[in-house]
């Protein structure tokens, strides 16, 4: 054995000299089974929007509302979950309804993308606004508490085999994603759109749709995380999710998904998840403000990111050589 | 004169937005009250512009060159705390550190122009990063109080705090603010109109290829405008503290929306090379009038959110048809003319 | 003549690429005043010498002189100071500003305080614009300029740099016939005010029209240098291909048509942007159509319209008689049609995914589906198959595309469609920039298809490859097909004579 190769296990290696540098530090605090649940609700919430958002993140876009449009769904959920007094079938018309709304919402995107090809940052950077301001009409820019039905509190609490829901939640999504991306046609298609978009249509694939129908999933798993995290914090206001934008690009992109598209997986993105989970869970132990914490997920975007971007660089020199002076033939 | 230039038809429609703008909120606030169109309530729309209006003339360079700086807002607070510290912990003169905060912004414009035309990372992912990262490293350097609670650091000493009020002190004269908007705006559009540094913007946002082979340093055009963009907001920081009075970590929040949204209201395309310094000013009038007109009517303020975001969407959309419209129109001519 | 009336002289150049020779003691001057037009097939090395001179490349040996003097050049810099101007198909014009700005573009002159002196900037360009006759003016904005005005902007670009050689590559690819007679007339001015012009092109009309000499390059290899007298076309196309016309086996060819029922059956097909026009051919079974003709001359676009990529504004399509109703790449994979595009790297395949993904792209609807998962096996199985049958190295069905070699990806992109049951396989140079051994494979591919009933229609621009695979050659010439070869000897300069629009007997080639 002379070559090992190591970058094929750096990502679990990572995760648990991450956790082994926790338990270092904080022995007392970080190994116990309420810390562990903490990790994991953290981590599930992102897991859940980032099984989405790489969709987006492969076919070559970006989402910048995926924010206000968890605390858009999350209000959603909590005002139909209120107009139904409070009764079980509220949370399911309350649920349907707020994965409704993202998956319009990820049309709406998708379709605006497409249609106008205008850059998906603009679009999204502009209804990030549009969801802030529709939930902060729908509640009055007051915090809307929701504390029953039991059904709907258990989303976010209940936990089975000592595991809380959302962390099935998300295998089950994780689950979904990945089999769509690695076993089926359409995931196929996806990669093939996000690597080369011309020669994909000429290879017959309807790329229009294949990247609304990417928007349309990334709406609705971010609809399911507002969700998720309105009943674990059993309110909901027009923050609720702020700061998630860039939990979730961050973990996609430490996951190994490249934001120019065409490259990355589901478990990438769980892993990226999971330690953005670990990352601010330690912040959090290390008695680091939340506040503060934006300094360092920033940078990791900056180095992840810029990695990336370097190693395309080198690429794409080696590829294409003298391509400015190659004859474009009409 | 066959048909109207491109950039001047696009003025026609931002000044036009602007104008209906007002007449609409005209009819709606003063049929009941009259209380909208009226110098005192004009020169509070103007000076409620003039910050956005500022750190827009940077943010116009940046976007020229076919960027984006989403990071300004977290700026505004970043350079404001630093101001705080300063005012707090030293005995320097209001200029110095005033000075202090401009070199703050220079900074963070400077870092933001590294990673975004050295290390290629894309802007808007580049500036969303350093967005927290200012951020938090305002509340990083913010005031505590013994037990590690922040605390908003008043800096009211006169010799600053005038900076946010008006020329002459009375209630009703012309604010500081909308004088320096005047002059970043004149300076801003000169600049960017009769400088190389201005011609060279347009060349690198319209075609970077053409412009490197012009002897274009299209690396350090780029920096410069993230700096200049740090600059203006600096400078913009200044006016919102000396006006509030204090710093707080929270400064700026809804400052990486305004100016962008004011270049995209103004005309300054967001594909590069194309849009001005005057643009943009129509359209950070354009945003201020929305929210004082939505203020009085007594709207919910909320819906100004949902109204800023549509509007920039319907723009944006309609450039991208207009564009192409125009496009193929040149080409079209092209073929039929040839010969004139 | 005396030395000092030569401009640019280059001498000896050797330059080869990875051990393949693509200059051989190429010896080419230009002398001032001079339109002097440098002629030659694809590959000959025109643009490798033309790279040279710019400073893309570095020569292996040879030595160039500017006004007499040895001079390096080391990148396209250096060549502008020297007072050469290079005007590229991809204009490099600034949009947003005017035609003066765009002029002055980083030498604008200043007034005190750094300020642009527009004033002076525009005399600067109307002075330029009236000393050489363009219809142009200095404060006209770009934006609402076409293309044949945008290049003249560039044409005044260099000329404001006091540049004394232009060199034109396919100056008039992009262009519509009233844009290319304004260019003409320009040339001409320029000529008369003493600028030198180097000027490549594939049109001998225009070569012969306008230039004072003419270099014809051969396989790497100076063929001929024609004084303005001596430039006959059927000569130059005798040049062009060389001078061994019927020893070679590639040129000249007994052409046999073959197949069976009518396949393919197009009915005046027109462009929307009138790059073809009232199109009508039928492509039988089991027979290889070649398309010949120049670049530009809507071959490419043709054949995109047939497949369903570009709409056309009118005319029909039918497939073993059945009409194709709103056609799509979509509907032609389903209907049986393959296509390889002309533009390998930016239409072909996915770079960063292997090859099982790139073959598997086209033919998920025959690979076997557990329940909505497509079966890896199977998808794997396909890949295998595809890279014995056609033998794509490396033969890792897991390498990226990307990395391959040209000739290796080019199977990859037609090994899709050998999986599946094609009945018209369409292919715009399939051979463009792949290695002899690689061609030969092609060529044995598309034969071997033909063989089993498939209608083949190749588009290429390399006559020894089109009269290599071809039953019966079609040649098109700017939007209209011009020329039907069938049943008859053919040889390189009858297609390349109709395909230049001159009228010539065939014994004149011979």
Redo the contacts between chains.
């Keep these: 054995m002379k070559n090992i190769n190591w970058s094929k296990y750096s990502k679990p290696i990572i995760l648990v000299a991450f956790c082994v540098i926790l338990t270092i530090l904080r022995p007392t605090t970080f190994p116990t089974v309420s810390n562990i649940a903490n990790v994991l609700w953290s981590v599930s919430v992102i897991g859940i929007m980032v099984c989405g958002t790489i969709f987006v993140f492969l076919v070559g876009g970006i989402d910048l509302s995926i924010a206000t449009l968890c605390g858009f769904s999350a209000v959603v959920v909590v005002e139909v979950i209120h107009m139904f007094g409070d009764t079980t079938m509220g949370v399911f018309v309350g649920i349907l309804a707020a994965i409704g709304v993202g998956a319009l919402a990820g049309c709406v995107h998708g379709l605006i993308i497409t249609t106008f090809n205008i850059p998906a940052f603009l679009v999204t950077f502009a209804t990030q606004s549009v969801f802030l301001g529709l939930s902060m009409v729908i509640t009055n820019n007051k915090i809307v508490s929701c504390t029953a039905p039991a059904a709907f509190t258990a989303i976010g609490s209940m936990k089975i085999l000592g595991f809380p829901l959302p962390i099935y939640f998300m295998i089950v999504i994780a689950v979904l994603s990945w089999f769509v991306l690695r076993k089926t046609v359409f995931g196929r298609w996806i990669y093939a759109v996000g690597g080369n978009p011309a020669a994909s249509e000429i290879s017959g694939i309807n790329v229009k749709r294949a990247t609304i129908l990417c928007y349309v999933f990334s709406g609705m798993t971010t609809a399911i995380g507002g969700i998720v995290l309105a009943s674990m914090t059993r309110q909901a206001m027009a923050a609720t999710g702020s700061g998630y934008t860039n939990d979730v690009i961050t973990a996609g992109v430490i996951g190994g998904v490249s934001l120019l598209g065409g490259v990355g997986t589901v478990p990438g993105a769980i892993f990226g998840a999971v330690l953005m989970g670990l990352l601010n869970n330690g912040l959090n132990l290390l008695s680091v403000p939340s506040t503060h914490a934006g300094l360092v997920k920033g940078l990791v975007i900056i180095i992840a990111v810029g990695f990336d971007a370097m190693q395309h660089r080198d690429q794409s020199r080696k590829k294409s050589g003298f391509a400015f002076f190659k004859k474009k033939n009409a | 004169m066959k048909e109207m230039n491109q950039t001047t038809l696009r003025r026609l429609i931002s000044v036009g937005l602007l104008a209906i703008l007002i007449a609409l909120f005209t009819a709606m606030v003063g049929a009941g009250s009259g209380k909208f169109l009226n110098a005192e309530n004009l020169m509070a729309i103007v000076r409620d512009a003039s910050v956005p209006g500022i750190i827009g003339v940077g943010v116009t360079y940046v976007i020229i060159t076919s960027g984006i700086d989403l990071s300004t807002g977290s700026m505004i607070a970043l350079v404001g705390m630093v101001m705080a510290n300063v005012y707090a912990y030293t005995l320097l003169p209001i200029p110095v550190m005033i000075l202090t905060g401009i070199l703050a912004g220079l900074l963070c414009g400077f870092f933001n122009g590294f990673i975004v035309a050295k290390l290629e990372i894309p802007e808007f992912i580049g500036t969303l990063a350093t967005m927290s990262v200012f951020r938090a490293l305002a509340y990083i350097i913010a005031i505590k109080d013994a037990n590690g609670v922040i605390m908003s650091q008043p800096m009211n000493v006169s010799q600053y705090a005038f900076l946010g009020s008006t020329i002459g002190g009375s209630s009703k004269g012309i604010p500081y603010v909308c004088v320096a908007l005047v002059i970043f705006v004149v300076v801003g559009q000169i600049v960017l109109r009769y400088t190389r540094f201005g011609t060279n913007l347009y060349a690198v946002g319209a075609n970077k290829k053409a412009a490197t082979l012009s002897g274009i340093n299209v690396e350090r055009i780029r920096m410069m405008a993230f700096v200049i963009t740090g600059f203006c907001t600096a400078v913009g920081a200044v006016f919102t503290t000396a006006r509030l009075q204090s710093a707080t970590t929270a400064l700026g929040t809804d400052f990486e929306f305004s100016p962008i949204a004011a270049a995209v209201v103004g005309g300054v395309a967001l594909s590069g090379g194309s849009g001005d310094v005057v643009g943009t000013l129509i359209g950070a009038l354009f945003m201020a009038t929305l929210e004082n007109g939505v203020r009085k009517l007594d709207m919910n303020t909320a819906y100004q959110y949902v109204i800023k975001g549509v509007i920039i969407i319907c723009v944006v959309m309609f450039d991208a048809v207009y564009k192409k419209r125009m496009d193929r129109i040149a080409k079209e001519k092209g073929a039929k003319e040839g010969l004139e | 003549m005396a030395e000092n009336n030569v401009i640019l002289e280059a001498k000896g150049i050797y330059k080869s690429f990875s051990g393949v020779s693509v200059l051989q003691d190429v010896h080419f001057s230009v002398d001032r005043g001079e339109v002097h037009a440098l002629m030659g097939e694809n590959g000959a090395g025109k ?1 490798t010498l033309i ?1 040279i001179i710019t400073g ?2 570095s020569k292996d040996q040879g030595q160039i002189y500017w006004e007499g003097k040895p001079v390096e050049i080391n990148n ?2 250096d060549c502008q100071k020297l007072g050469v101007a290079c005007i ?10 005017t035609v003066a ?1 765009n002029v002055f ?2 030498r ?1 002159p ?1 007034k005190a305080g ?3 002196d ?1 004033k002076k900037m525009n005399q600067m360009t109307q002075e330029l614009i009236d000393k050489y006759e363009f ?1 142009l003016k200095p404060t006209t ?1 770009v ?8 290049q003249l902007i560039e044409i005044l670009k260099g000329l404001s740099q006091n540049s004394k050689l232009l060199i034109m ?2 100056p008039t ?10 260019l003409f007339k320009i040339i001409n001015t320029l000529r008369k005010q003493g600028v030198s012009i180097i000027y490549i092109s594939h049109r001998l009309e225009e070569v012969y029209m306008l230039s004072d000499r003419l270099t014809i390059l051969r396989d790497g290899k100076n063929a001929a240098l024609l004084e303005k007298h001596e430039i006959i076309p059927a000569k130059v196309i005798e040049t062009m291909i060389g001078k061994v016309v019927d020893e070679s086996s590639g040129s000249k060819k007994m052409l046999q048509s073959k197949g069976g029922d009518v396949r393919l059956d197009v009915r005046g097909l027109t462009d929307k942007t009138d790059r073809f026009r009232n199109i009508s051919f039928q492509v039988h079974k089991g027979e290889i159509l070649g398309f010949g003709g120049l ?2 001359a809507g071959r ?1 676009e043709l054949v995109r319209a047939i ?1 369903g ?1 570009d709409k056309p504004i009118s005319g029909e399509v039918y497939l073993d008689g059945e009409k194709m109703v709103n056609p ?3 509907k ?3 209907m049986g049609i393959g ?1 390889v ?2 533009d390998r790297r ?8 292997s090859t099982t ?1 790139n073959v ?3 033919n ?1 609807d025959i690979l076997k ?1 557990n329940g ?3 079966s ?1 096996k199977d998808e794997l199985d396909m890949s295998k198959r595809a890279i014995q049958a056609i033998d794509i190295r490396p033969s890792d069905p897991d390498k990226q595309v ?2 391959m070699s040209g000739g290796n990806q080019q199977k990859v992109v037609l090994g ?1 469609w050998l999986m599946r049951d094609l009945r018209l396989l369409i292919v715009d140079e399939p051979t463009a920039g792949i290695d002899v051994g690689a061609k030969d494979e092609i060529y044995s591919i598309l034969e071997d298809l033909a063989s089993k009933g498939v209608a083949v229609i190749v588009v290429t621009s390399d006559l020894q490859e089109l009269l290599r695979v071809s039953h019966r050659i079609l040649v098109m010439r700017k939007g209209d097909i011009v020329k039907e070869f069938k049943n008859e000897v053919v040889t390189q300069s009858m297609v390349l004579s109709a395909g230049q629009g001159v009228t010539e007997d065939k014994e004149a080639a011979e």
């Design positions: 643009s790279k893309v490349y396209y810099q590229y198909q991809e204009l490099s014009v600034i949009p947003p500003l700005q573009l980083g604008e200043r750094k300020i642009i527009y219809p904005v934006d609402n300029l076409g293309i044949g005005q945008r590559d396919e690819a992009s262009l519509s016939g009233k844009e290319a007679e304004m670049i530009g490419t497949y990529i799509s790449p979509k032609s994979i389903d296509f595009p002309e930016n239409h072909g395949f996915i770079p960063l995914l993904k598997a792209l086209t998920y589906k909505l998962a497509v890896d990307g990395v899709k």
